[in-house]
């Protein structure tokens, strides 16, 4: 194309179109900059939105954590409880095995008054009414046949009345080895 026009003109015609594309690139950076900040505002809310969300997460989870808190508190309190139990039970006396066996080797003539067992659980002390002085001797033979002791030893006879009856009578002091395994 071939321009004739007057060179003034010809420089307001290249200007002009200089100020349109210069117009342009305003109008599409101006776009670009509201788009952009567009973009930033609706992320921001959108990151608002996610911020509150995960509050009331974390919230709701440290309930949770602190339930569970609890939880594991009173589990613990209840473990050592257990333990406490099965500590009282295995160092526990079992009396009725050792109370079964004494009565099985008491004669008929014989009452047993008190007994004791010793801390260690290896001896007890024992007490009781003899009708006679046989009648203690075959409580002590009785006592070292049964499985639940080894050993028995008179140590004190001594002439006494009956606490019930008045009946003369003598109490007889024994001190009785115990078996291993004999209070369980």
């Known amino acids: 194309m071939i321009n004739l026009l007057p060179p ?16 342009h690139i305003l109008i599409g950076v101006l776009v670009l900059a509201i788009l952009t900040t567009g ?3 609706v992320t921001g809310l959108m990151l608002n939105q996610e911020q509150t969300r995960l509050a009331k997460d974390i919230a709701r989870e440290g309930d949770k954590s602190k339930n569970y808190g609890q939880i594991e508190s ?3 309190a209840l473990a050592d409880r257990l333990t406490t139990i099965e500590k009282i039970q295995s160092g526990r006396t079992n009396y009725p095995a050792l ?15 008190s007994f004791a067992v010793e801390p260690a659980g290896k001896t007890m002390s024992l007490t009781s ?3 006679s002085d046989q009648a203690a001797a075959n409580f002590k033979n009785a006592l070292e046949a049964s499985p639940r002791f080894n050993s028995a030893a008179i140590q004190v006879i001594e002439p006494t009345s ?11 002091t024994f001190v009785v080895g115990l078996e291993p395994g004999a209070l369980q």
């Open 74 to 76: 009173q589990a613990k």
């Open 8 to 23: 003034e003109i010809k420089a307001q015609r290249h200007y002009s179109q200089y100020n349109r594309l210069l117009i």
């Open 39 to 41: 973009a930033f505002y």
């Open 162 to 172: 009956d606490p019930y009856s008045a009946q003369p009578t003598s109490r007889v």
């Open 129 to 131: 009414y003899a009708a």
């Open 99 to 113: 109370l079964r066996a004494l009565a099985e080797a008491t004669p008929s003539d014989v009452y047993v008054a």
